[in-house]
């Protein structure tokens, strides 16, 4: 089983930048993969980003590919996700995920952490 511990989320002004943190542990396999996922109020979690877990590959959704970098410290078990330019519509809970697919399909996914709350407002 894996489990993941979500930081670095908090208040930040329209054009700032944040960096979430997610520590991975456990049993870990080789080939699977994290993301990030987000979600607001009322509303479906989203993908995010995608790595894989040699980092090899990575994937970001189209609204998001210019501003956010998703990346790993495999030694360390942690993922990062480095936003910048945020705004106000990146306000959300940010969770980080477990999975064997490279996706950003929510169902793919079979271990979740807890949530970061990232609101963007000046």
């Known amino acids: 089983e894996v489990q993941l511990v979500e930081s670095g989320g908090g208040l930040v002004q329209p054009g700032g930048s944040l960096r979430l943190v997610c520590e991975v542990s456990?049993?870990?396999?080789?080939?699977?993969?994290l993301a990030w996922f987000r979600q607001v109020p009322g509303e479906g979690r989203e993908g995010v980003a995608v790595i894989t877990r040699d980092g090899h590959a990575t994937y970001a959704a189209r609204h998001v590919e210019d501003r956010f970098t998703i990346s790993q410290d495999v030694d360390k078990n942690t993922l990062y996700l480095q936003m910048n330019n945020l705004k106000p519509e990146d306000t959300a809970m940010y969770y980080c995920?477990?999975?064997?697919?490279?996706?950003?399909?929510?169902?793919?996914?079979?271990?979740w952490g807890q949530g970061t709350q990232v609101t963007v407002s000046s």
């Open positions: 456990g049993r870990t396999y080789n080939k699977w993969c």
């Open positions: 995920a477990a999975g064997p697919t490279f996706v950003l399909q929510v169902a793919a996914y079979k271990s």
